[in-house]
């Protein structure tokens, strides 16, 4: 992605590092912002922009044009992630509103642990021919962490 869009590897990494920090104040701050506005209708906003921003990702000929797309990105993560707990309880019957609120925290470990083992490794990022690094078998180009005793 560097040499494409002619940035360093450090620059480059600000397309993860962004969005994540936006996505940290969006969380606090979007659900505040819209107030009583129907959460349903916000979260498929929300879906819309991320679509949108992820093809906009995919077709950005810019760095500017990626890391804005990025910002948004990380508008809708945080504003989804905000959301979703507290609309999952409205979205089912009664008695399985126990159900529904468990499901929110037991599932943010399994995304968490997801996203370490398939990201690709750092020497594949940094262009690297080898897909092996230190403290991980690669499979295919991916990265899965081996610990060690």
Known sequence: MSDQLGISVGTAGLTVTVPGVIAAFASICLPLAVGRLDRR?????LLAVMAIGSVVSA???AFTILIVSRVLAGITVGGFWAIAGSIAVRLVPGPSVPRAQLGNPALV?????????????????AGSPSRLRPGSAGLGGWSFPVTSG
């Open 41 to 45: 209708v916000l979260l498929a906003a």
């Open 59 to 61: 077709l950005a000929p």
């Open 109 to 125: 470990p399994g995304v968490a642990a997801t996203a370490l083992l398939m990201a690709p490794s750092p020497s594949r990022a």
